[in-house]
């Protein structure tokens, strides 16, 4: 079974609140940033033509800033498949600044076989075409897809992969079957 990850929720920390309020804590603010979201995360729009669109001058370091946390039991995890011989994967809503600044980051992306990055794919969950786009790269029919949103879940099962709704690393351990993580290495790069 090739396991299948979304990032942000489950291997990356959700958006950073202290961030955010930095960023700004207008209610217009955060309406258009959301709404314009999804064609920045797909890569339709640069971002300025995002930031433009909120309204907004750039804050693409806070930004990516707001986005940077990473769960390292989570990374841990990553490597304990990885090492077991098991296929990972990732799949994930992300704009190109926010993936090159990953990739500059964190070593741990080498671990997975395929990165689908939404703003380099054209397609972002939970779009049919995102779940396509990877199940024809890995070429298997046996995907599990994890992420933390149920709507992606179901997509992913649409196309014909397997889900899990994560809601936490020890469900997902129950769900692969495996043991307790303690004593994983963590890999912080």
């Given at each position: 079974m090739i396991v299948l990850f979304d990032m942000f929720g489950v291997i990356a920390r959700d958006q950073s609140a202290e961030v955010m309020a930095t960023m700004s804590t207008s209610p217009d603010f955060w309406d258009a940033y959301w709404a314009h979201r999804p064609g920045y995360d797909r890569g339709d729009l640069t971002a300025e033509e995002y930031w433009r669109l909120v309204g907004h001058p750039p804050l693409v370091e806070k930004d990516v800033a707001s986005w940077s946390r990473v769960d390292y039991e989570m990374v841990a995890l990553l490597h304990e498949l990885h090492n077991a011989g098991r296929r990972i994967a990732l799949l994930s809503n992300i704009p190109e600044d926010h993936a090159r600044n990953f990739e500059r980051t964190y070593e741990w992306l080498d671990l997975f076989e395929v990165r689908a990055f939404s703003c380099r794919i054209g397609y972002a969950k939970p779009e049919r075409g995102a779940f396509e786009w990877c199940r024809d790269r890995l070429g298997g029919d046996d995907i599990?897809?994890?992420?933390?949103?149920?709507?992606?879940?179901?997509?992913?099962?649409?196309?014909?992969?397997?889900?899990?709704?994560?809601t936490g690393i020890d469900g997902l351990r129950t769900f692969l079957g495996l043991h307790s993580g303690a004593g994983a290495t963590v890999d912080r790069h």
């Open positions: 599990l897809f994890v992420d933390d949103k149920l709507e992606n879940v179901r997509a992913a099962e649409l196309v014909g992969m397997r889900g899990h709704h994560f």
